[in-house]
């Protein structure tokens, strides 16, 4: 019998506000441990919380760009579990009411289009962290990151396999990212996704048995734990066993998901309306007052790319990647008006460079404003193409400007055609035996003439001019 999976996405996204959803603590990555705590969010007697309206700002842009209907009213929920990086004892989430329903994302994967849906988006705050000692048995509780805001994005389960999981994840980053209401950082842990995996009869309308997938903070590592557990629930079920509905954690080392808990239901959490917090209120006011400052969002983006700058699919994609690239690429254009010259260099030596660097876009040691000189450099004659690679590799290193290196180290291109005739000759004169050669129908000699003439003039001289000099002298 050949199965299908049947996958949906639960992804926690941090947003990027300064203080926590309940209080004024900072919500600043990387402090002390127990730091960044209040009575608020350690959830001391006596003490209420206050919502942070820039979390619902931000949830409201999320819901907007991604078509979800947005709740007149919503409310908050308590809710109930027990864990050492829980200090109240329950988590203030919103259940019943959200904030936000029945959206929709759209992906592509090998050239088909497909549209995710999104079943809710809703605002929770964070719980703290346990720090496992690797020398003695135990842990340390760090409660900085408790009322963290969040909101949880779940999709509808219409995703068939690990590419379009993905694919998925990385629409909805790139969507928040362009939003700017969340870094997207999943090594910090402020994107995280959990997956449930289930596994039908081709044809079959009723679901399979699902288990959670958790401790999945890659791209890489969704793909790959989505993978192994299609291939261990496929082994179960063709051995006529049956899958326990379970939550599983992915181990990177192994390659492997192994059995953490039994999983939950809603009732286990013991939800109820927070009686501390009254129901949110939103008017078509505030969500039409969001959806007009909405920034241009990614897909859109690259259909303008596409058509403005005369650029393929493949490359409008890759430049609209992050908003941060594709401002980058504009800042460049804004001063040399060539798309085309200024995408090959962005994609291939800049991106390159930071690679090899592990750096962001946001990090670039040569600045958009500097690129575009070295390529007017270019166009103009002044650079060959090759001291053009040169030189951006010294602005890299000093952050220096194209035209101050250049002028410094005198790499200004040879273009005068007398001087170029003499090189020319000089380099004819002492290769007689190639001369002879081409002559009697050895035409790739031309590349080894053109060698000995860049390698004369220090690889200055303009390779058009070269080329034409030395088919008229040897060609005669």
Known sequence: ?????????????????ESK???????????PPNTHVCPVCLGMPGVLPVLNRKVVEYALRMAVATGCRVAEISRFARKNYFYPDLPKGYQISQY??????????????????????????????????????????????????????????????????PEEAGAYLKKLRSILRYLEICD?????????????????????????????????????????????????????????GKVIQETRLWNPDSQK???MRDKEEAHDYRYFPDPDLLPLVIDQLWIDQVRNELPELPDKKTNRFIHQYSLSV????????????????????????????????????????LNAQGKTIEESPVTAGNLAELLKLVSEDVLSAKIAKTVFDEMAETGKSARQIVDEKGLVQVTDRSAIEVVVQKVMDASPDEVASYKGGKKKLMGFFVGQVMKETQGKANPGIVNKILQDKLER
Request: aromatic share 6%; hydrophobic share 35%; glycine share 8%.
């Open 1 to 17: 019998m050949e199965f299908e999976p049947v996958i949906g996405l639960e992804v926690h996204a941090q947003l990027k506000t």
């Open 21 to 31: 959803i309940f209080c004024s603590c900072s919500t600043a990555f990387g402090a």
């Open 96 to 161: 019943e009411l959200p904030i936000a329903e029945s959206g929709t994302v759209e992906i592509e994967v090998n050239g088909i289009l497909k549209k995710i849906g999104i079943t809710r988006i809703h605002m929770e705050e964070d719980a703290g962290k346990l720090n496992h000692d690797p020398h003695r048995p135990m842990s340390h509780v760090d409660l900085n990151r408790t009322g963290v805001p969040l909101i949880e994005i779940v999709s509808e389960p219409d995703i068939r396999s």
């Open 184 to 240: 997207g950082n999943m090594e910090e842990g402020s994107f995280r996704c959990d997956a449930n995996i289930s596994l039908r009869p081709i044809g079959a309308e009723k679901f399979g048995t699902r288990t959670e997938l958790k401790n999945l903070n890659s791209f890489k590592h969704v793909e790959k734990a989505i993978h192994y557990e299609i291939r261990r629930q496929q082994a179960i079920l063709e051995e006529g």
């Open 257 to 259: 998901t192994y059995s």
């Open 314 to 353: 493949q490359d409008a994609e890759r430049l609209t990647s992050s908003k941060e690239l594709a401002d980058y690429f504009e800042a460049c254009v804004a001063v040399f008006s060539d798309p085309k010259a200024v995408c090959n260099w962005i994609t291939g030596i800049l991106l390159g460079l």
